[in-house]
């Protein structure tokens, strides 16, 4: 378990999802209000707690607890968590509020991703009370202290459920997983879209992304991983490969094939496409980065087939 300061007020604790460096983490941003912005899985809530004692804070300081989205590996450790936290409150988007008061729908969901995985994975998912829950609505504000407004934003695109917080301090924005994901190998950085089952929508997708560039931020907090200041160069490389991603996907869908042959099939397509491009940049192809790779194509593969099968069905919601 590692600590990043970021800066003098946001730090970044390596929250080891997955039993693996540097894939999820957790922002604590050391204001009047204390807060920090996910949680991880509930297997990370250990790393969680050694976190935040290196950095001297008692969970019953802690005020807020925001959620990007309710996807299990950024929240399903939020009511397990919260039960240190007497304080806190856990701010969601509206759509994502009844589903982290009775998790019974996000655990079905999850298992038809995850399989026999899932136990190992996310367990226990422990719900949250109504009245700890906080919603914020678009463009809501939130004061944490004299010299830092939160401002709330709804970024669907990869789950109707998504918010993106924008940091006045720093003109910052935490991501989740809105524009993506970025991986750092050695100095070299890489993103590419994150497209997981079932809200995907690439056009809105691409509608968020444009708002995050029309805010001229100067720095994105991806849920997936860590922080960059190269920010139109982050969003251009995500918009190319999700048009990338699509247009091939698309020519390799087949409405004849099942849905388990259509995800092979796309996901490997989608791990040829992103390895070659490492490995031109000069990645090493036994590079352990390629596991995770792996892991996160053949997920991304299951919301693009899942978006083209409602496409051919005609049924266009979430």
């Known amino acids: 378990m590692s600590i990043y300061r970021i800066d003098s007020r946001i730090s970044l604790v390596d929250l080891m999802d997955l039993s693996l460096k540097e894939r999820t983490g957790s922002y604590i941003l050391s204001e009047d209000a204390l807060t920090i912005i996910e949680t991880s899985a509930s297997?990370?809530?250990?790393?969680?707690?050694?976190?935040?004692?290196?950095?001297?804070?008692?969970?019953?300081?802690?005020?807020?607890?925001?959620?990007?989205?309710?996807?299990?590996?950024?929240?399903?450790?939020?009511?397990?968590?919260?039960?240190?936290?007497?304080?806190?409150?856990?701010?969601?988007?509206?759509?994502?509020?009844r589903h982290i008061n009775d998790p019974t729908r996000l655990i079905s969901g999850a298992k038809a991703v995850y399989g026999e995985k899932f136990d190992e994975l996310f367990r226990p998912i422990v719900p949250i009370p109504e009245d700890r829950i906080l919603v914020m609505e678009h463009k809501e504000k939130l004061s944490i202290s004299d010299t830092c407004t939160l401002t709330f934003f709804h970024t669907p695109g990869h789950a109707d459920h998504h918010l993106s917080?924008?940091?006045?301090?720093?003109?910052?924005?935490?991501?989740?997983?809105?524009?993506?994901?970025?991986?750092?190998?050695?100095?070299?950085?890489?993103?590419?879209p994150s497209t997981s089952p079932n809200q995907f929508d690439p056009?809105?997708?691409?509608?968020?992304?444009?708002?995050?560039?029309n805010l001229h931020l100067d720095r994105l907090y991806f849920g997936h991983y860590g922080v960059t200041e190269e920010v139109s160069f982050a969003l251009t490389e995500v918009e190319k490969w999700l048009d990338l991603f699509m247009k091939n996907s698309e020519k390799q869908y087949s409405s004849n094939?099942?849905?388990?042959?259509?995800?092979?099939?796309?996901?490997?397509?989608?791990?040829?496409?992103?390895?070659?491009?490492?490995?031109?940049?000069?990645?090493?192809?036994?590079?352990?980065?390629?596991?995770?790779?792996?892991?996160?194509m053949n997920v991304s593969a299951m919301?693009?087939?899942?978006?083209?099968?409602?496409?051919?069905?005609?049924?266009?919601s979430s």
């Open 303 to 316: 919301g693009i087939v899942d978006y083209f099968t409602k496409q051919k069905k005609g049924d266009h």
């Open 203 to 213: 056009e809105q997708m691409k509608t968020s992304i444009s708002m995050y560039r």
């Open 43 to 97: 297997p990370s809530i250990p790393h969680l707690k050694k976190g935040l004692s290196k950095l001297n804070i008692n969970p019953e300081d802690i005020q807020y607890i925001i959620l990007t989205h309710i996807h299990l590996d950024h929240a399903g450790g939020a009511g397990l968590f919260l039960k240190e936290c007497p304080n806190a409150r856990i701010i969601v988007h509206p759509k994502g509020k």
């Open 257 to 296: 094939a099942t849905m388990k042959e259509n995800v092979k099939n796309i996901s490997s397509l989608l791990i040829d496409l992103t390895k070659r491009e490492l490995v031109q940049k000069g990645i090493d192809p036994d590079n352990p980065i390629f596991h995770l790779l792996k892991l996160d």
């Open 165 to 192: 917080i924008f940091d006045s301090s720093s003109n910052g924005m935490f991501t989740g997983d809105t524009c993506g994901i970025q991986y750092t190998i050695g100095s070299k950085r890489f993103y590419f």
